[in-house]
């Protein structure tokens, strides 16, 4: 599977942008994707998934009511809505796709970053 990672930029705090993941290849086999960020300096952190076939989503807790996760099979693409956003979200945002039988993170896309000024 491959994942090509866009639409992030430079946005004023406050501001919305949307993320977008298209997935390529063996997506029959894909589980759930998945949005990671990773600013300067600290570790990856996971900020969302949500499941290919029956679209469950779960959200890492400073971004529930902010961002919100969606999917569009007949595109195989995964999207990422940003609102309200904080400096703090400042980041390398990635996209990772998990397989059927698969126990990690196995596809990630190349990245996308977002900056949010004050």
């Known amino acids: 599977v491959q994942l090509q990672a866009s639409g992030g930029g430079l946005v004023q705090a406050g501001g919305s942008l949307r993320l977008s993941c298209v997935a390529s290849?063996?997506?029959?086999?894909?589980?759930?994707m998945a949005w990671f960020r990773q600013a300067s300096g600290k570790v990856r952190e996971f900020i969302a998934h949500?499941?290919?076939?029956?679209?469950?989503?779960d959200y890492r807790n400073s971004v529930k009511g902010r961002f919100t996760i969606s999917k569009d099979n007949a595109k195989n693409t995964v999207y990422l809505q940003m609102d309200s956003l904080k400096p703090d979200d400042t980041a390398i945002y990635y996209c990772?796709?998990?397989?059927?039988?698969?126990?990690?993170?196995?596809?990630w896309g190349q990245g996308t970053l977002v900056t949010v000024s004050s």
């Open positions: 290849g063996s997506t029959s086999r894909v589980d759930k």
């Open positions: 949500i499941y290919w076939r029956g679209g469950g989503t």
């Open positions: 990772a796709a998990r397989m059927l039988n698969g126990g990690n993170y196995d596809y």
